[in-house]
């Protein structure tokens, strides 16, 4: 007995115009719904389905289930009480507020504070002095205000 399924696939093919975008004619919109409502039924297929799957698990599954998800949820508080202290300590050791400290592990907080904290604090800088015309005579300031004076006569 031969195989329809293949010949009917094969002539769907050769029915198809083969046009790289499409009918011209299409109406994207009753398309768009179409493909809308197809999904909207299948999210609702997912969520029976899941809803099947819970009906018939057993109470010992369920438990397990129950104590995978708070296990994870642990795990996320336990991570961000962690990384609250990093950056409380960070912060208490750079003087760098807390709320600016960003990063995932202690190194990474360490670092991002040092770049802000060289941003926040710099370093002062020494006075400069350009050009020795700008540099101060080695005589005292009286002997410069005698030669002034003299010079003007008084």
Do not use: F
């Amino acid at each position: 007995m031969p195989d329809n399924t293949n010949s009917t696939e094969q002539e769907e093919h050769q029915k198809e115009p083969e046009q790289p975008h499409g009918d011209p004619q299409t109406d994207w919109k009753a398309e768009a719904r179409k493909w809308e409502a197809r999904a909207k039924q299948n999210s609702q297929a997912a969520a029976e389905l899941e809803q099947l799957k819970n009906e018939n698990m057993s109470e010992s599954e369920k438990t397990a289930k129950r104590i995978k998800q708070l296990e994870t949820e642990n795990a996320v508080y336990k991570t961000a009480a962690q990384r609250r202290e990093w950056v409380a300590q960070v912060s208490k050791e750079t003087g760098v507020p807390a709320n600016l400290l960003r990063g995932d592990s202690l190194e990474a907080i360490q670092e991002h504070a040092a770049v802000l904290n060289e941003a926040l604090h710099p370093k002062p800088k020494a006075p400069q002095v350009h050009g020795v015309d700008r540099q101060p005579s080695t005589g005292s300031n009286n002997d410069q205000k005698l030669a002034y004076l003299r010079a003007l006569g008084l």
